[in-house]
């Protein structure tokens, strides 16, 4: 159970950062996809990306919780929060 921990919180640094890159490069990733006339699936992979960082950040922090970690938990809330919240730190709709 340890090594699944440890695995999740991996996976939720990596795909934060990755959310992050990505909130970064939004607009022109927008303009592109706009221009190509994919802008729908554009839209619709940036929402499944959200969902599944959000996901895997509550069940990483449930697992936490379970195991009463607080530290751990705190990780999370953090994590999750970040994510939750950088969307509106870069004006992403």
Known sequence: MKKMATWTALLT????????????????????????NQLGGF??????FRVLIYILTIIGGYWALRQQKTRAMLFYVAFFLFNLLLPFLFSIN
């Open 13 to 36: 640094i990596v795909f934060s950062l990755a959310n992050f890159i990505l909130a970064l490069r939004y607009l022109p990733l927008y303009a592109y996809f706009n221009t190509n």
């Open 43 to 48: 839209l619709i992979a940036v929402q499944i």
